[in-house]
Each structure stands twice: as structure tokens, then as C-alpha cells.
């Protein structure tokens, strides 16, 4: 069993987290960021939500989301330094009745504040929340198999998506909504979070083209699940695109997986049914 740091546990949870993405080698430098939504009751546990630290402008519109809690890196942090000092890498805050300001309640220590891609993290939140209501985590990272895979694949949405299906049998069981694609784009702006939201109304997985990805769930664990199964499929792929194919997961056998696991799967990135 881990040690705790912080006896806050979702603190620890989500320091567990960043420092296995850090082994996975997805993470380098200050490369990738999360956002973890705390119910209020919880937070109140173990964090005085009446002590405003601070208050950060957020530079968009998160209205939606007044009243809100989140739980997320701060800018130019290392995951290899989150487990060893979170209160310094990692920030609580509520979103405040302006929609426009971050309300600091712990962390962020040394004067940080949050990603510098907080806005695709927040629209993201808004559109998940939208389709689910449980949906807690957005994750980004940046997987070396699936960052290459988009040098040369063609980033086409469903052929991205029919690829990874191939790539291993179990894909289109975990992400039957598949992975959207968007081009490059200028990161840590407001514009590459409104195209990420907009994907993420159809899909958990937002494929950034030569930079990373984002992921979206209701816990942690699920959604490092649903990245890890991307990169392991992107990791197949790249072994083997340069060798001649023996043998596919026909688009059949795809839809028997789907059928017999009942995935609402996106019909239109196969050609058959
Ligand atoms: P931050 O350090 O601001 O979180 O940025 C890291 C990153 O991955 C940018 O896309
Ligand atoms: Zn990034």
C-alpha cells in the first residue's frame, strides 16, 4: 500500500496517477495536465472552503460550472514531482458566481497556478457533463505510440478510429465511441479548448495531431484506462505498419465484439450495417 502524503485522499489518488503516467514515459518535462471535479462535501472533509487563498481569472467563460470544485496540475509542474510535493504542484479551487474566476482553497504554494490548458480542460467538463453527469476526470498526456501514430496516420477521424479498433480486440469494448481527431493547433488557448469541447460531445478520446491526447471519465482509474488502451493500440500499430499484414480483426468480428459486450459503438467508422 502506497504511503499517504496528504491524508487527502483524492489529492493522493490523483498524485498515484500522475506519477505512473510520469513511468509510462508520457510525461516528460512538464508535459501533460488533469482536472479532477470534487463533490463539495468532500472537499469540505478535508479543506476549509470558506478560506479563499486567492482568487486567478480564468480567461474564459465557465459559468456553467460556478460552485464547481477541481482538483488540477498547475502550469509548467512536473508529474515526476506531483507524489513528492502536491500542495506545490497540484491547486483546489472553486469556480466563483462570476464564472470567470478560480477561487484558491489549497495548493499552488509557491505562487503557480493552473494548467495553462485549463480551457479545454473546463469546455470539456461542460460537454462531458452534458452527456454524463458523472463524469469527473479530463486527463491530457502526451503517449510517445499514439503521438507518433499521428506523423503517419491520416488524421482522419474515422480512419484513426477503425485503425486502433484493428489494433487489439478489446478497443471497440473500451471505446465504442471512438477517438476524435483534431489538426494541429496552437495549445493553451481558448480556440483549441472550444474545438476539443465541441469533440468531446461524441467521443471520450480527443486526439490532439502531433502533440498528445485528452481523455475523459468518472474516475481516474477509468480514465487512465481508456488513454492506456489507446497508446497499447497505437503501440501495435507502430510495430507493425511497416510490415505486411497477415492477418485484421475483420469489420465483422468487430461488430460480433460490439453486439456481444452490447457497446453503443459509432456505426458510421465501420463500412458494414
Ligand atoms: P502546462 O504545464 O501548462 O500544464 O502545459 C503542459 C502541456 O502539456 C501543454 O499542452
Ligand atoms: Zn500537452
Keep these: 500500500m502506497a504511503q499517504s502524503?496528504?491524508?487527502?485522499?483524492?489529492?493522493?489518488?490523483?498524485?498515484a496517477i500522475a506519477d505512473n503516467m510520469y513511468r509510462l514515459?508520457?510525461?516528460?518535462?512538464?508535459?501533460?495536465?488533469?482536472?479532477y471535479l470534487i463533490p463539495?462535501?468532500?472537499?469540505a472533509e478535508y479543506i476549509d472552503v470558506t478560506n479563499v487563498m486567492r482568487t486567478i481569472p480564468l480567461g474564459f467563460d465557465a459559468v456553467e460550472l460556478v460552485g464547481k470544485y477541481f482538483l488540477v496540475t498547475g502550469t509548467g509542474k512536473y508529474f515526476k514531482n506531483v507524489k513528492g510535493d502536491p500542495k506545490t504542484n497540484l491547486g483546489l479551487f472553486r469556480i466563483a458566481k462570476d464564472g470567470?474566476?478560480?477561487?484558491?482553497?489549497?495548493g499552488y504554494v509557491d505562487g503557480g497556478k493552473f494548467t495553462s490548458e485549463l480551457p479545454a480542460h473546463l469546455m470539456s467538463h461542460i460537454a462531458r457533463l452534458n452527456v454524463d453527469p458523472q463524469?469527473?476526470?479530463?486527463?491530457?498526456?502526451?503517449?510517445?505510440?499514439?503521438?507518433?501514430?499521428t506523423y503517419v496516420h491520416e488524421l482522419d477521424t474515422k480512419k484513426f478510429t477503425h485503425t486502433l479498433w484493428q489494433m487489439s480486440t478489446e478497443c471497440i469494448v473500451v471505446f465504442p465511441d471512438g477517438v476524435e481527431v483534431l489538426p494541429w493547433m496552437?495549445?493553451?488557448?481558448?480556440?483549441?479548448?472550444?474545438?476539443?469541447?465541441?469533440k468531446m460531445r461524441d467521443a471520450r478520446v480527443v486526439v490532439w495531431a502531433l502533440h498528445g491526447i485528452y481523455g475523459a471519465g468518472k474516475t481516474l482509474d477509468e480514465t487512465f484506462g481508456l488513454i492506456?488502451?489507446?497508446?497499447?493500440?497505437?503501440?501495435?500499430?507502430?510495430?507493425?505498419a511497416h510490415l505486411p499484414r497477415s492477418n485484421t480483426i475483420k469489420d465483422e468480428q468487430l461488430v460480433e465484439l460490439a453486439k456481444h459486450f452490447n457497446c453503443n459503438?459509432?456505426?458510421?467508422?465501420?463500412?458494414?450495417?
Design 5 to 15: 502524503l496528504t491524508k487527502i485522499p483524492f489529492v493522493d489518488e490523483l498524485a
Design 25 to 35: 514515459g508520457w510525461d516528460e518535462r512538464n508535459g501533460g495536465n488533469i482536472s
Design 40 to 43: 463539495e462535501k468532500e472537499v
Design 100 to 106: 470567470a474566476t478560480a477561487e484558491l482553497l489549497w
Design 135 to 149: 463524469n469527473r476526470v479530463v486527463m491530457h498526456t502526451h503517449p510517445t505510440n499514439l503521438l507518433a501514430m
Design 186 to 198: 496552437l495549445c493553451g488557448t481558448n480556440e483549441i479548448g472550444v474545438a476539443t469541447a465541441e
Design 228 to 240: 492506456e488502451t489507446v497508446e497499447k493500440a497505437s503501440e501495435i500499430y507502430i510495430k507493425t
Design 265 to 273: 459503438y459509432r456505426k458510421e467508422f465501420l463500412d458494414i450495417e
